[in-house]
């Protein structure tokens, strides 16, 4: 018997030490999320419900997983399913909270910057929907939406022509 519960671990082992390797690799990756005591890679569904919780202590979490799948750090998405989470993004920069909106905000200028990823570059488009969808184009947020194309554009334009150091986003000041 105690052979073999000892060829078990050991068969065992190699299985367990791989996932905790998995799980370390998430841990330092960019826009990595706990769930259950666990590092994992955000779902578009986690990173939703991180921004619209109104919990300062998420916010760096939820900004990171918003901007870590807009930016493909986990796994390669369709050209769809990025503008379709990045679309939600600009409905909650618009409609959502301060708070909410502010995350948003974040999430899609950084998208544009050079982290970790490949750069989304729909971000500017975005923030122009968003901007048109005013009809009192002096509101506060649609001020801050063509604000965020500016930056957006800027910091993809730079950051695609290595203009700027890696990491670095351009926030244009209106």
Known sequence: MKKLMLWLSLL???AGAQAQEAEDNY??????VM???VWRAPSIEMALRLLM???????YYANSAAVAILKQVFEPRTAAEL???????????????EDQSRKAWFALVNAS???????YGGS???????????????????QKA??????????????????IPAGVCIDIIP
Do not use: M, W
């Open 146 to 163: 063509r604000h965020g194309a500016t930056s957006a554009r800027a910091s993809f334009q730079h950051n695609t022509e290595g203009g």
């Open 113 to 119: 910057c050079r982290v970790e990823g490949t750069l």
């Open 12 to 14: 065992l082992l190699p």
């Open 83 to 97: 503008d379709a989470f990045a679309e939600e993004l600009g409905r909650i920069f618009r409609d959502g909270t």
């Open 27 to 32: 841990k330092h990756k960019y826009g990595a």
């Open 35 to 37: 769930v259950d005591g």
């Open 53 to 59: 919780a109104d919990d300062p202590d998420q916010d």
């Open 124 to 142: 500017a488009a975005v923030f122009e929907r968003v901007y048109e969808s005013f009809e009192d184009r002096s509101h506060p947020r649609a």
